[in-house]
Protein backbone atom coordinates (compact mmCIF):
# COMPACT_ATOMS: atom_id res chain seq x y z
CA UNK A 1 0.00 0.00 0.00
CA UNK A 2 1.46 3.10 -1.03
CA UNK A 3 2.10 5.69 1.76
CA UNK A 4 0.65 9.24 1.54
CA UNK A 5 3.12 12.13 0.10
CA UNK A 6 4.09 15.33 0.96
CA UNK A 7 5.48 18.23 -0.86
CA UNK A 8 9.17 19.90 -0.43
CA UNK A 9 8.56 23.42 -0.77
CA UNK A 10 9.72 25.82 -3.53
CA UNK A 11 10.53 22.34 -5.19
CA UNK A 12 8.17 20.62 -7.47
CA UNK A 13 8.55 17.45 -6.40
CA UNK A 14 7.04 14.65 -3.71
CA UNK A 15 8.86 12.47 -1.09
CA UNK A 16 6.59 9.62 0.78
CA UNK A 17 5.38 10.15 4.34
CA UNK A 18 8.01 8.48 6.91
CA UNK A 19 5.95 6.02 8.91
CA UNK A 20 6.59 7.29 12.23
CA UNK A 21 3.48 9.63 11.55
CA UNK A 22 1.21 6.31 11.77
CA UNK A 23 2.21 6.03 15.48
CA UNK A 24 -0.44 6.04 18.20
CA UNK A 25 -1.02 9.51 19.72
CA UNK A 26 -0.56 8.32 23.66
CA UNK A 27 -0.39 12.00 25.18
CA UNK A 28 -0.39 9.99 28.54
CA UNK A 29 3.04 8.12 27.51
CA UNK A 30 4.41 11.90 26.63
CA UNK A 31 3.68 14.01 29.87
CA UNK A 32 4.88 11.24 32.18
CA UNK A 33 8.27 11.01 30.21
CA UNK A 34 8.70 14.87 29.71
CA UNK A 35 8.26 14.97 33.70
CA UNK A 36 10.64 12.30 34.65
CA UNK A 37 13.08 13.80 31.84
CA UNK A 38 12.52 17.27 33.13
CA UNK A 39 13.48 16.37 36.82
CA UNK A 40 17.05 15.69 35.26
CA UNK A 41 17.96 18.95 34.12
CA UNK A 42 18.00 19.57 38.70
CA UNK A 43 20.74 20.57 40.49
CA UNK A 44 22.09 19.88 43.86
CA UNK A 45 21.45 22.14 46.55
CA UNK A 46 21.03 21.85 50.11
CA UNK A 47 22.17 23.91 53.36
CA UNK A 48 25.17 23.99 55.15
CA UNK A 49 26.08 21.08 57.45
CA UNK A 50 26.64 23.83 60.64
CA UNK A 51 24.20 26.03 59.91
CA UNK A 52 22.09 26.88 63.12
CA UNK A 53 24.33 24.85 65.59
CA UNK A 54 27.14 27.79 64.78
CA UNK A 55 26.61 29.23 68.74
CA UNK A 56 27.56 27.89 72.39
CA UNK A 57 23.99 26.90 73.45
CA UNK A 58 22.82 24.44 76.39
CA UNK A 59 19.93 23.53 78.42
CA UNK A 60 18.70 25.04 81.33
CA UNK A 61 17.46 21.45 82.58
CA UNK A 62 14.44 21.28 84.14
CA UNK A 63 12.90 22.96 87.41
CA UNK A 64 13.22 26.92 86.27
CA UNK A 65 9.33 26.93 84.95
CA UNK A 66 11.50 27.24 81.16
CA UNK A 67 11.12 24.68 78.25
CA UNK A 68 14.03 22.77 78.22
CA UNK A 69 15.76 23.66 74.54
CA UNK A 70 18.91 24.67 74.35
CA UNK A 71 19.88 28.29 75.83
CA UNK A 72 22.56 30.92 74.41
CA UNK A 73 25.01 31.40 77.49
CA UNK A 74 26.57 34.44 79.10
CA UNK A 75 24.80 37.92 79.85
CA UNK A 76 24.39 42.21 79.03
CA UNK A 77 22.64 41.19 75.88
CA UNK A 78 19.63 40.26 74.22
CA UNK A 79 21.12 37.52 71.99
CA UNK A 80 21.74 35.56 75.97
CA UNK A 81 19.08 33.54 77.59
CA UNK A 82 17.27 32.80 73.66
CA UNK A 83 16.21 29.22 72.70
CA UNK A 84 18.92 28.06 70.05
CA UNK A 85 19.58 24.82 67.92
CA UNK A 86 15.57 24.12 67.37
CA UNK A 87 13.86 24.62 64.53
CA UNK A 88 11.50 26.74 66.16
CA UNK A 89 13.92 29.33 67.16
CA UNK A 90 15.42 32.11 66.03
CA UNK A 91 18.65 31.72 64.31
CA UNK A 92 17.95 27.36 64.52
CA UNK A 93 18.56 24.77 62.24
CA UNK A 94 15.74 24.30 59.43
CA UNK A 95 13.42 21.36 59.80
CA UNK A 96 15.02 17.76 57.86
CA UNK A 97 18.20 20.12 56.75
CA UNK A 98 18.24 19.76 52.52
CA UNK A 99 21.31 17.51 51.60
CA UNK A 100 23.63 17.29 48.14
CA UNK A 101 23.20 13.77 48.12
CA UNK A 102 19.43 13.81 47.42
CA UNK A 103 18.57 11.40 44.33
CA UNK A 104 17.30 14.04 42.11
CA UNK A 105 17.37 11.94 38.38
CA UNK A 106 14.71 9.73 37.36
CA UNK A 107 15.35 7.22 35.15
CA UNK A 108 13.02 5.78 32.32
CA UNK A 109 12.65 3.35 30.19
CA UNK A 110 14.10 2.84 26.98
CA UNK A 111 11.05 1.57 25.02
CA UNK A 112 9.06 4.02 27.05
CA UNK A 113 10.83 7.16 25.64
CA UNK A 114 10.56 6.18 22.25
CA UNK A 115 6.98 5.64 21.95
CA UNK A 116 6.80 9.34 23.30
CA UNK A 117 8.99 10.89 20.71
CA UNK A 118 7.19 8.86 18.00
CA UNK A 119 4.05 10.14 19.65
CA UNK A 120 4.96 13.48 19.79
CA UNK A 121 6.55 13.50 16.13
CA UNK A 122 3.02 12.11 15.01
CA UNK A 123 0.97 14.85 16.76
CA UNK A 124 3.36 17.29 14.77
CA UNK A 125 1.78 16.35 11.38
CA UNK A 126 -2.35 16.64 12.57
CA UNK A 127 -3.01 20.57 12.08
CA UNK A 128 -5.54 20.39 14.63
CA UNK A 129 -3.42 19.54 17.17
CA UNK A 130 -0.61 22.18 16.11
CA UNK A 131 -2.66 25.29 15.96
CA UNK A 132 -4.18 23.84 19.71
CA UNK A 133 -1.27 24.54 20.68
CA UNK A 134 -1.09 28.01 19.94
CA UNK A 135 1.42 27.92 16.93
CA UNK A 136 0.18 30.57 13.83
CA UNK A 137 -0.43 28.66 10.79
CA UNK A 138 -2.50 31.24 8.85
CA UNK A 139 0.53 31.14 5.66
CA UNK A 140 1.92 27.90 6.05
CA UNK A 141 1.50 25.46 3.29
CA UNK A 142 1.53 22.19 4.44
CA UNK A 143 1.84 20.28 7.46
CA UNK A 144 4.44 18.58 7.60
CA UNK A 145 6.39 21.89 6.14
CA UNK A 146 9.54 19.84 4.30
CA UNK A 147 11.52 22.14 2.85
CA UNK A 148 14.66 21.81 0.63
CA UNK A 149 18.49 21.63 1.86
CA UNK A 150 19.79 24.44 0.86
CA UNK A 151 18.62 25.96 4.67
CA UNK A 152 21.07 23.90 6.15
CA UNK A 153 23.76 26.29 4.48
CA UNK A 154 22.18 29.80 5.86
CA UNK A 155 24.51 31.81 8.19
CA UNK A 156 23.32 34.96 8.70
CA UNK A 157 20.09 35.93 10.73
CA UNK A 158 18.76 38.30 8.00
CA UNK A 159 18.64 34.75 5.59
CA UNK A 160 17.00 32.65 8.47
CA UNK A 161 14.03 35.37 8.42
CA UNK A 162 13.93 35.85 4.83
CA UNK A 163 13.88 31.88 4.49
CA UNK A 164 10.77 31.92 7.32
CA UNK A 165 9.15 34.76 5.91
CA UNK A 166 9.00 32.41 2.05
CA UNK A 167 7.50 29.45 4.03
CA UNK A 168 4.98 31.65 6.02
CA UNK A 169 6.48 31.15 9.60
CA UNK A 170 6.67 34.76 10.09
CA UNK A 171 3.40 34.98 11.71
CA UNK A 172 4.19 32.86 14.61
CA UNK A 173 7.57 34.31 15.32
CA UNK A 174 6.50 37.63 15.41
CA UNK A 175 3.35 35.69 18.02
CA UNK A 176 6.50 34.66 19.73
CA UNK A 177 8.38 37.93 20.26
CA UNK A 178 5.29 39.63 21.26
CA UNK A 179 5.04 37.74 24.16
CA UNK A 180 8.36 38.56 25.69
CA UNK A 181 8.06 39.54 29.46
CA UNK A 182 10.11 39.80 32.86
CA UNK A 183 9.98 36.57 35.21
CA UNK A 184 8.06 36.62 38.32
CA UNK A 185 10.12 34.70 40.22
CA UNK A 186 13.82 34.41 41.54
CA UNK A 187 14.83 33.57 38.38
CA UNK A 188 15.19 37.18 36.96
CA UNK A 189 18.10 37.26 39.14
CA UNK A 190 19.54 34.17 37.78
CA UNK A 191 20.74 34.54 34.39
CA UNK A 192 17.01 34.38 33.11
CA UNK A 193 15.22 37.48 33.54
CA UNK A 194 12.71 36.77 30.77
CA UNK A 195 10.55 34.59 29.62
CA UNK A 196 9.48 33.52 25.91
CA UNK A 197 7.11 31.06 24.17
CA UNK A 198 7.82 28.48 21.38
CA UNK A 199 8.22 29.00 17.63
CA UNK A 200 9.35 26.69 15.37
CA UNK A 201 11.21 23.99 15.28
CA UNK A 202 14.23 23.20 12.88
CA UNK A 203 15.12 19.85 12.59
CA UNK A 204 18.40 19.29 9.75
CA UNK A 205 20.08 15.74 9.06
CA UNK A 206 23.87 17.16 10.38
CA UNK A 207 25.48 19.60 12.03
CA UNK A 208 25.62 22.69 9.96
CA UNK A 209 25.61 26.76 9.76
CA UNK A 210 21.78 26.62 10.06
CA UNK A 211 22.63 26.81 13.85
CA UNK A 212 23.69 30.52 13.77
CA UNK A 213 21.17 31.58 11.18
CA UNK A 214 18.10 30.79 13.54
CA UNK A 215 20.00 31.27 17.51
CA UNK A 216 19.20 34.93 17.48
CA UNK A 217 15.18 34.53 15.83
CA UNK A 218 13.22 34.55 19.51
CA UNK A 219 11.42 31.12 19.55
CA UNK A 220 13.44 29.09 16.95
CA UNK A 221 15.76 26.24 17.91
CA UNK A 222 17.44 23.80 15.79
CA UNK A 223 17.84 20.36 16.22
CA UNK A 224 19.44 17.42 14.52
CA UNK A 225 17.55 14.17 13.50
CA UNK A 226 19.73 12.10 15.18
CA UNK A 227 19.62 13.57 18.62
CA UNK A 228 15.53 14.90 18.84
CA UNK A 229 14.42 15.92 22.61
CA UNK A 230 10.94 15.36 23.84
CA UNK A 231 11.22 18.44 25.89
CA UNK A 232 11.75 20.27 22.20
CA UNK A 233 9.14 18.10 20.49
CA UNK A 234 6.23 18.88 23.26
CA UNK A 235 7.30 21.64 25.37
CA UNK A 236 5.72 21.62 28.73
CA UNK A 237 3.99 17.81 27.90
CA UNK A 238 1.89 19.21 25.54
CA UNK A 239 2.31 17.53 21.82
CA UNK A 240 1.81 19.74 18.52
CA UNK A 241 4.98 21.46 17.84
CA UNK A 242 5.16 23.11 14.66
CA UNK A 243 8.50 21.76 13.01
CA UNK A 244 10.74 22.57 9.72
CA UNK A 245 11.94 19.47 8.10
CA UNK A 246 14.82 19.81 5.88
CA UNK A 247 14.68 17.18 3.07
CA UNK A 248 17.27 14.79 4.20
CA UNK A 249 16.24 14.80 7.66
CA UNK A 250 12.65 13.60 6.71
CA UNK A 251 13.76 11.04 4.74
CA UNK A 252 16.65 10.00 7.31
CA UNK A 253 14.00 10.14 10.01
CA UNK A 254 12.47 6.05 10.13
CA UNK A 255 16.21 5.16 10.06
CA UNK A 256 17.13 7.32 13.00
CA UNK A 257 14.48 6.33 14.89
CA UNK A 258 14.43 2.36 14.26
CA UNK A 259 10.95 2.22 13.04
CA UNK A 260 10.30 -1.03 11.82
CA UNK A 261 8.63 -2.31 7.76
CA UNK A 262 5.11 -2.91 9.45
CA UNK A 263 4.08 -0.65 12.44
CA UNK A 264 1.14 -2.40 13.76
CA UNK A 265 -0.76 0.37 16.08
CA UNK A 266 -3.54 2.10 15.82
CA UNK A 267 -3.36 5.71 14.66
CA UNK A 268 -5.68 7.09 17.37
CA UNK A 269 -6.98 4.41 19.58
CA UNK A 270 -9.39 6.81 21.28
CA UNK A 271 -10.77 8.05 18.08
CA UNK A 272 -11.27 3.86 16.84
CA UNK A 273 -13.13 3.45 20.18
CA UNK A 274 -15.34 6.00 20.26
CA UNK A 275 -16.35 5.35 16.35
CA UNK A 276 -19.98 4.47 15.28
CA UNK A 277 -18.55 0.81 13.90
CA UNK A 278 -17.06 -0.15 17.15
CA UNK A 279 -19.72 1.04 19.21
CA UNK A 280 -22.37 -0.33 17.17
CA UNK A 281 -20.98 -3.85 18.68
CA UNK A 282 -20.25 -3.23 21.99
CA UNK A 283 -22.92 -4.02 24.54
CA UNK A 284 -24.56 -1.25 26.56
CA UNK A 285 -23.18 -0.31 29.68
CA UNK A 286 -24.80 -2.20 32.90
CA UNK A 287 -26.31 -0.26 35.51
CA UNK A 288 -26.59 -1.17 39.15
CA UNK A 289 -30.12 -2.78 39.98
CA UNK A 290 -31.90 -0.66 42.94
CA UNK A 291 -32.64 -2.77 46.09
CA UNK A 292 -36.04 -3.54 46.67
CA UNK A 293 -37.69 -2.38 49.93
CA UNK A 294 -38.85 -4.28 51.98
CA UNK A 295 -42.05 -2.50 52.85
CA UNK A 296 -42.95 -1.13 49.76
CA UNK A 297 -46.26 -2.44 47.42
CA UNK A 298 -44.34 -5.24 45.49
CA UNK A 299 -46.16 -5.49 41.92
CA UNK A 300 -46.11 -9.75 41.96
CA UNK A 301 -46.95 -9.87 45.15
CA UNK A 302 -50.20 -7.28 45.29
CA UNK A 303 -52.14 -8.11 42.38
CA UNK A 304 -53.96 -4.83 43.16
CA UNK A 305 -50.49 -2.70 42.63
CA UNK A 306 -51.92 -1.21 39.07
CA UNK A 307 -55.08 0.12 40.79
CA UNK A 308 -53.32 1.59 44.02
CA UNK A 309 -50.52 2.99 42.24
CA UNK A 310 -52.98 4.98 39.99
CA UNK A 311 -54.84 6.39 42.83
CA UNK A 312 -51.33 6.97 44.22
CA UNK A 313 -50.61 9.24 41.79
CA UNK A 314 -53.92 11.00 41.15
CA UNK A 315 -54.08 12.25 45.14
CA UNK A 316 -50.20 13.37 44.63
CA UNK A 317 -51.21 15.04 41.92
CA UNK A 318 -54.35 16.87 43.81
CA UNK A 319 -52.19 16.92 46.67
CA UNK A 320 -49.52 19.38 44.69
CA UNK A 321 -52.26 21.12 42.90
CA UNK A 322 -53.66 22.41 46.49
CA UNK A 323 -50.50 23.01 47.74
CA UNK A 324 -50.31 25.71 45.45
CA UNK A 325 -53.27 27.38 46.10
CA UNK A 326 -53.15 29.93 48.64
CA UNK A 327 -57.01 29.50 49.47
CA UNK A 328 -56.06 25.92 49.97
CA UNK A 329 -52.98 26.98 52.24
CA UNK A 330 -55.24 29.61 54.30
CA UNK A 331 -57.87 26.76 55.50
CA UNK A 332 -55.41 24.41 55.88
CA UNK A 333 -53.79 26.62 58.51
CA UNK A 334 -57.05 27.66 59.94
CA UNK A 335 -57.63 23.92 60.35
CA UNK A 336 -54.87 23.31 62.23
CA UNK A 337 -55.27 26.08 64.37
CA UNK A 338 -58.98 24.57 64.68
CA UNK A 339 -57.09 21.49 65.90
CA UNK A 340 -54.67 22.75 68.48
CA UNK A 341 -57.68 24.90 69.78
CA UNK A 342 -59.75 21.60 70.19
CA UNK A 343 -56.78 19.96 71.44
CA UNK A 344 -56.53 21.98 74.54
CA UNK A 345 -59.90 22.14 75.14
CA UNK A 346 -60.15 18.57 75.47
CA UNK A 347 -57.08 18.25 77.92
CA UNK A 348 -58.84 21.18 79.62
CA UNK A 349 -61.62 18.62 80.17
CA UNK A 350 -64.39 20.85 78.28
CA UNK A 351 -65.09 19.26 75.58
CA UNK A 352 -65.42 15.20 74.87
CA UNK A 353 -63.37 13.00 73.23
CA UNK A 354 -65.70 13.49 70.16
CA UNK A 355 -65.42 17.36 70.15
CA UNK A 356 -68.67 18.49 71.98
CA UNK A 357 -68.75 20.73 74.65
CA UNK A 358 -69.45 19.58 78.31
CA UNK A 359 -72.62 20.96 80.28
CA UNK A 360 -71.86 23.04 82.94
CA UNK A 361 -70.99 22.13 86.15
CA UNK A 362 -73.78 22.42 89.17
CA UNK A 363 -72.37 26.22 91.08
CA UNK A 364 -72.82 24.84 94.67
CA UNK A 365 -72.41 28.33 95.45
CA UNK A 366 -75.31 29.12 94.47
CA UNK A 367 -78.10 28.80 97.09
CA UNK A 368 -75.83 31.34 99.23
CA UNK A 369 -75.00 33.52 96.81
CA UNK A 370 -79.26 33.77 96.18
CA UNK A 371 -79.67 34.60 100.37
CA UNK A 372 -77.27 37.21 99.95
CA UNK A 373 -79.10 39.36 97.16
CA UNK A 374 -82.40 38.63 99.04
CA UNK A 375 -80.72 40.34 102.23
CA UNK A 376 -78.96 43.51 100.05
CA UNK A 377 -82.69 43.98 98.41
CA UNK A 378 -84.43 44.10 101.59
CA UNK A 379 -81.84 46.55 102.95
CA UNK A 380 -82.28 48.68 100.26
CA UNK A 381 -86.02 48.80 100.42
CA UNK A 382 -85.23 49.58 104.38
CA UNK A 383 -83.49 52.75 103.08
CA UNK A 384 -86.16 53.81 100.78
CA UNK A 385 -88.79 53.21 103.35
CA UNK A 386 -87.25 55.11 106.22
CA UNK A 387 -85.14 57.02 104.28
CA UNK A 388 -81.97 58.37 101.74
CA UNK A 389 -79.09 56.70 103.58
CA UNK A 390 -76.63 58.90 104.30
CA UNK A 391 -74.34 59.98 101.54
CA UNK A 392 -70.35 59.13 101.63
CA UNK A 393 -68.00 61.96 101.70
CA UNK A 394 -66.70 62.69 97.98
CA UNK A 395 -62.61 63.24 98.10
CA UNK A 396 -61.46 66.55 97.05
CA UNK A 397 -57.57 65.56 96.68
CA UNK A 398 -55.75 63.38 95.43
CA UNK A 399 -55.88 60.32 92.88
CA UNK A 400 -59.57 59.14 94.43
CA UNK A 401 -60.50 62.87 93.44
CA UNK A 402 -59.23 62.99 89.76
CA UNK A 403 -60.65 59.21 89.27
CA UNK A 404 -64.29 60.10 90.62
CA UNK A 405 -64.30 62.99 88.71
CA UNK A 406 -63.41 61.18 85.04
CA UNK A 407 -66.23 58.39 86.03
CA UNK A 408 -69.22 61.28 86.70
CA UNK A 409 -68.25 62.46 83.37
CA UNK A 410 -70.24 61.05 80.21
CA UNK A 411 -67.62 58.54 78.23
CA UNK A 412 -67.46 59.90 74.01
CA UNK A 413 -68.09 56.64 72.48
CA UNK A 414 -67.08 56.20 68.57
CA UNK A 415 -70.38 55.78 67.31
CA UNK A 416 -71.30 59.55 69.23
CA UNK A 417 -68.80 60.72 67.29
CA UNK A 418 -69.32 59.07 63.77
CA UNK A 419 -72.99 60.46 64.95
CA UNK A 420 -71.84 64.13 65.69
CA UNK A 421 -69.66 64.23 62.51
CA UNK A 422 -72.67 62.78 59.78
CA UNK A 423 -75.27 65.79 61.19
CA UNK A 424 -72.34 68.24 61.09
CA UNK A 425 -71.67 66.72 57.17
CA UNK A 426 -75.29 66.76 56.56
CA UNK A 427 -75.62 70.71 58.23
CA UNK A 428 -73.02 71.26 55.53
CA UNK A 429 -74.59 70.17 52.71
CA UNK A 430 -77.81 71.78 53.43
CA UNK A 431 -76.08 75.36 53.01
CA UNK A 432 -74.78 74.37 50.18
CA UNK A 433 -70.93 74.16 51.43
CA UNK A 434 -68.91 71.65 49.04
CA UNK A 435 -64.77 73.05 49.11
CA UNK A 436 -63.02 73.89 51.91
CA UNK A 437 -62.53 77.50 51.54
CA UNK A 438 -66.19 78.05 52.06
CA UNK A 439 -66.30 75.19 55.08
CA UNK A 440 -63.80 77.80 56.88
CA UNK A 441 -65.82 80.98 56.53
CA UNK A 442 -68.94 78.96 57.56
CA UNK A 443 -66.92 77.98 60.52
CA UNK A 444 -65.61 81.73 61.22
CA UNK A 445 -69.42 82.90 61.02
CA UNK A 446 -70.61 80.17 63.71
CA UNK A 447 -67.62 81.51 65.93
CA UNK A 448 -68.56 84.73 65.23
CA UNK A 449 -72.15 84.01 66.14
CA UNK A 450 -71.19 82.77 69.16
CA UNK A 451 -69.34 85.41 70.25
CA UNK A 452 -71.73 87.79 70.19
CA UNK A 453 -74.25 85.42 72.43
CA UNK A 454 -71.66 85.69 74.74
CA UNK A 455 -70.65 89.37 74.77
CA UNK A 456 -74.62 90.03 75.15
CA UNK A 457 -75.24 87.54 78.11
CA UNK A 458 -72.71 89.64 79.89
Known amino acids: MARPLVSVQNERRNIPLPRVFSAPLRYDVVQRVHTNMNKNSRKPHGVMRRAGHQTSAESWGTGRAVARIPRVGGGGTHRSGQGAFGNMCRGGTMFAPKKTYRKLQVKTNVSERRMAVRAALAASAVPALVVARG ?39 AKVANTKKRRHTKGKWRNRRYVLRKGPLVVVSKRCKAQMAFRNIPGVEVDKVSALNLLRLAPGGHVGRFIIWTEDAFNDLDKRLKIPNRLEHLPDSMRVINSAEVQGVCRAKRHKQKKVKRNAPRKLLNPAFPIERRKQIVRQAIAT ?18 AKWMLTMKAMGKMTKKGVFKEPREDKRGP ?54 NSEIAAKISKGIKTGAELRKARKADWAKKNAKKTSKK
Open 368 to 421: RLAEKKKAREARKAKWIKDGKPKEEKKPTKGWKASKAKRASKPKKTRDAKKQKR
Open 135 to 173: HNLNDVPEIPLVVPNSVEALEKTKDGMKFLKSIGAHHDV
Open 321 to 338: KNNRSRTFRRNKAAASKK
